[in-house]
């Protein structure tokens, strides 16, 4: 049985940074792309970034220059290193892993709160 977690979500001031971690379980193969989504109240889930087992990376445009993903060579760990962080990138952030063999695997999300 496949499972997602992730880690490193909090409280942190305008401007300041944040790394996000997401490990997942279970799986044989290697899980591709991986990538990170989040939600903010009231609005719908969108991709934040994603990143495949040759390193291939994409990012919304809203955190390009800001946000960076990398990923543990062909473990299926994921990281997301967030800078100069603003109130709007407060979200709850979910890691999410395609499986080769079929099906997304979701994590069950870690809270980002950007607020002086």
């Known amino acids: 049985q496949v499972q997602v977690v992730e880690s490193g979500g909090g409280l942190v001031q305008p401007g300041g940074s944040l790394r996000l971690s997401c490990a997942a379980s279970g799986s044989f193969f290697s899980m591709n792309p991986m990538g990170w989504y989040r939600q903010a109240a009231g609005k719908q889930r969108e991709l934040v970034a994603t990143?495949?087992?040759?390193?291939?990376?994409k990012y919304a445009d809203s955190v390009k220059g800001r946000f960076t993903i990398s990923r543990d060579g062909a473990k299926n760990t994921v990281y997301l290193q967030m800078n100069s962080l603003k109130p709007e990138d407060t979200a709850v952030y979910y890691c999410k892993g395609d499986s080769p063999l079929g099906g997304a695997y979701w994590g069950q999300g870690t809270q980002v709160t950007v607020s002086s």
């Open positions: 990143i495949t087992s040759a390193g291939s990376t």
